[in-house]
């Protein structure tokens, strides 16, 4: 049973316009949300995340929306640089510890 | 900076050998995971520690098990490797916290990409 849903297995733009990739999840009781990014050969590395006390983190190009009653999560990139082509995962916590993994999200920008 | 470290990036190994994936993490973290990376299926939770000696089932440990002597050290074990278990391995490490924005963000080792043949 899939808790956190990315159906856009690729997503593919041109370089200086916005990259949305998206999220759905199934538990209200997700309390804590995240994106990865993971290049070939290398570990996800933490990019942004946000509580559910929120509803939008911004840091830098990266913007993170949560919709908590469509329990829907976007990742918005702006300007896309070809450098944030990578496979993006979102992420939940619950139960103070346990992190849950969606499928991935292959980004393409194209110079 | 937070380092993870994985003992090997590739591995090839036999149906029916036992298997020893090693990892080390630098930052005292209390918690430490194994994760298996499949295509279209993303990162799935095999075991995790939130102590020494402490253990935690997650969602795919059958073939598995888990060994965690030392704080800084988690090895994920394979009793009897089989083909389906040909897969990119990630251990992570993360503190325990109790709240915030950096709550519980896991860092990740580079993985292991084993191959059974």
């Known amino acids: 049973d899939q808790q956190v849903k990315q159906n856009s297995p690729s997503l593919s733009v041109q370089e200086g316009r916005i990259s949305i990739l998206n999220c759905d999840y199934t538990?209200?009781?997700?309390?804590?949300f995240l994106w990865y990014k993971k290049y070939p050969a290398e570990g996800p590395t933490f990019l942004i995340s946000?509580?559910?006390?929120?509803d939008k983190n911004e840091d830098g190009r990266f913007t993170v929306f949560l919709n908590k009653s469509a329990k829907h999560l976007s990742l918005h990139i702006v300007p896309s640089q070809p450098g944030d082509s990578a496979v993006y995962f979102c992420a939940v916590i619950y139960n103070n510890n346990d992190m849950r993994f969606g499928a991935g999200t292959r980004l393409t920008v194209k110079p | 900076d937070v380092k993870v470290t994985q003992s090997s990036r590739y591995l090839v190994k036999r149906t029916g050998e036992k298997v020893f994936l090693e990892c080390v993490q630098d930052?005292?973290?209390?918690?430490m995971f194994w994760y298996r990376q499949d295509p279209g299926l993303g990162l799935r939770l095999i075991y995790f520690s939130y102590d020494v000696k402490m253990k935690e089932k997650g969602d795919i440990p059958e073939g598995y098990s888990v060994s965690r002597e030392k704080k800084e050290r988690f090895s994920l074990i394979l009793e009897s490797a089989s083909t389906n278990q040909t897969s990119m391995y990630l251990c992570a490490s993360s503190f325990v916290s109790a709240g915030g924005l950096a709550k519980n963000i896991q860092y990740f080792g580079a993985g292991t990409r084993l191959s059974v043949l």
């Open positions: 946000i509580s559910s006390i929120k």
């Open positions: 930052m005292d973290h209390e918690n």
């Open positions: 538990n209200s009781m997700f309390d804590y």
